[in-house]
């Protein structure tokens, strides 16, 4: 999972491991999202193109294709970049090396239960965001 | 230690001046191989079928090229408030997005 916020327009770019051919198509989650599919198969969400993300990402993150990981690694870089905090300081504050903390961030990441509890506590937003994953699920 | 992003293109649109950095397109090219070419930014930057300014995107502006029915290239430009532009990424599309026309080719065969 790759996921790049770019602040002067205000718009998060997440795209799934995929080496395939994307287009974007309109999504029906919100007018401010694009998703890109599989060119040849439209049904393969790639990614995903979110405008005003800093306003509406966040409070919206359930509505989107992900699994736990997913969630988990594009709710905890979008509150790192909207806090202006380095992938160092995450670490830090998480208590897992930097390279464990990168790889939480591309979705790579099995989660130990401290780790899990550490990011719920530190982050109480991502503990709601995950906790209404879980109940939807 | 922040990295410098190094200038690779500069593009002009209607007298904007429209930069390409290295970091964009790099972006750009990891997300879409194959797809997103230098020759197709810079066609679709100095030849564009539409121009919107974004709704949604803060200080966005979306550059289309028409390829083929229902199938847009389209290359997503940040204009700073001293006038410039950044290219920010490039993709392909199915639809056009809200916004206001900023341009319309017209006569489009």
């Known amino acids: ?137 | 230690m922040t990295k410098i992003k190094k200038l690779i293109k500069e593009y002009e649109f209607n007298g904007l001046r429209i930069k390409l950095y290295d970091e964009d397109f790099e972006h750009a090219l990891s997300a879409h191989p194959g797809e997103v070419t230098l020759d197709a930014i810079r066609n679709c930057i100095q030849q564009p079928d539409l121009v919107i300014r974004s709704v949604q995107g803060k200080n966005a502006c979306l550059f289309y090229e028409m390829k083929i029915q229902d199938e847009y290239f389209v290359v997503v430009v940040h204009v700073t408030e001293s006038g410039t532009g950044e290219i920010k990424t490039a993709y392909k599309t199915t639809y056009i997005k809200n916004g206001t026309v900023l341009f319309k080719k017209e006569n489009k065969k």
């Open chain 1, 1 to 137: 999972m790759n996921l790049k916020y770019m602040a002067e327009i205000d718009t998060l770019y997440i795209y799934f491991e995929s080496e395939t051919p994307k287009i974007m198509v309109l999504s029906n989650i919100d007018k401010r999202v694009g998703t890109f599919v599989d060119k040849k198969n439209r049904k393969i969400i790639c990614g995903y193109e979110v405008e005003g993300a800093s306003d509406f990402f966040l409070e919206n993150i359930n509505k989107f294709d992900f699994n736990l990981k997913q969630l988990i690694a594009a709710g905890i870089f979008f509150i790192r970049v909207l806090n202006g905090c380095s992938q160092e300081k995450m670490a830090t504050e998480l208590g897992v090396s930097l390279s464990s903390y990168k790889m939480i961030e591309k979705a790579e990441q099995n989660f130990t239960l401290d780790t899990f509890e550490s990011i719920n506590t530190k982050f109480p937003k991502m503990k709601k965001i995950v906790g209404e994953s879980l109940l939807a699920s």
